[in-house]
């Protein structure tokens, strides 16, 4: 079956513009994650969503960053004013366990982000 | 402050070797999991530990964690060039949600 989808692959914005990321889950999974790899670093845990209820937030770096996840299903991350520093590659899990055992997570390719 | 150290950072090595990358942390963790990731694709789970000492075998790789689930270790025998990538471990933290916690990884190249 299909993987985690993300879109797009590269985005490419000057300083100071709104950028938006979609994540398409795997179907059937309750539980969205979105990380964020920058060079030479390891995944950065920026936002948790699990099913309905509130998501957890703790990871988002500043109130520039912000995500939805509508239905239950596609998310959307968005990022405010970017600033050079935004730059990385975003990354999309999802999985259909939650906890803290065995919770595999599947990845999407990610979007690299590119701010000039 | 890196909640959890990986070591190497690089590693080349000739193919036939063996080597082990190391995963440390102050932190006790519910379950720890070793991922490896290809550029340009997100990172695909190879094992989850979950008991402290257990050991897990995948072909020629050996997955270990420690007994006060604090650390890991990752021990390749015979490396091949299509081992190369990045090998990423990560924790879920006790009391947290699910959200694992990255090493910052080991980028291991074998050449044939």
């Known amino acids: 079956g299909a993987g985690v989808s993300q879109s797009p692959s590269n985005k490419v914005t000057e300083k100071g513009k709104d950028v938006e990321l979609r994540c398409d889950p795997i179907s059937g999974h309750t539980a969205l994650y979105w990380y964020r790899q920058s060079l030479g670093q390891g995944l950065e845990f920026l936002i948790y969503f699990q099913g309905n209820s509130a998501p957890d937030k703790s990871g988002l770096p500043s109130d520039r960053f912000s995500a939805e996840r509508t239905g239950g299903s596609v998310s959307t991350l968005t990022i405010q004013r970017t600033q050079q520093e935004d730059s990385a590659v975003y990354l999309c899990?999802?999985?259909?366990?939650?906890?803290?055992?065995?919770?595999?997570?599947?990845f999407g390719p990610g979007t690299r982000l590119t701010v000039l | 402050t890196q909640l959890l150290e990986q070591s190497p950072q690089f590693l080349s090595i000739q193919e036939g070797e063996n080597l082990t990358v190391y995963c440390n942390s102050s932190?006790?963790?519910?379950?720890l999991q070793w991922y490896r990731q290809e550029p340009g694709e997100g990172p695909v789970l190879l094992v989850t530990?979950?008991?402290?000492?257990e050991v897990k075998k995948l072909k020629r790789l050996t997955f270990q964690f420690g007994d006060a689930r604090k650390d890991s270790s990752l021990h390749i025998t015979a490396a091949q060039p299509g081992d190369t990538g990045l090998y990423l471990c990560?924790?879920?933290?006790?009391?947290?949600?699910?959200?694992?916690?990255f090493g910052k990884g080991t980028k291991l190249s074998v050449k044939p």
């Open positions: 530990v979950v008991t402290g000492g």
């Open positions: 899990a999802s999985s259909s366990q939650t906890g803290l055992v065995n919770n595999e997570q599947f």
């Open positions: 932190s006790v963790f519910s379950s």
């Open positions: 990560a924790g879920a933290q006790v009391g947290s949600q699910g959200n694992l916690i």
